[in-house]
């Protein structure tokens, strides 16, 4: 599990594209190609370098005060993003 504390960067290989409300990211390394929902493009666009997984979680349960799990599901976005080699943490 990845600490609260862990401040995550996009993999400097992505490329991405918003088309209506996903974001196609094709990671140059691997060429690799994903397409994001809404929900973890929102995720992914806040992994810049500049918060921690825990402000990113609390940014988006500010944005959406009426979904139950936003911290749980920020956190399942993150392993995601992690383990697909599209962020990484610093």
Not at 5 to 12: E, M
Not at 64 to 86: I, K, N, T, Y
């Amino acid at each position: 599990m990845i600490a609260g504390s862990a401040v995550l960067v996009p993999n400097a290989l992505v490329t991405t594209v918003v088309v209506d409300d996903s974001l196609f990211v094709y990671d140059e390394g691997d060429r690799r190609f994903f397409v994001l929902n809404a929900s973890a493009a929102a995720v992914y666009e806040r992994c810049d370098g500049s918060r921690t997984l825990d402000a990113i979680a609390a940014a988006l349960a500010e944005e959406h005060p009426d979904a139950p799990s936003v911290a749980e599901d920020v956190r399942d976005a993150v392993d995601g993003l992690v383990e697909l080699g599209l962020v990484a943490i610093v």
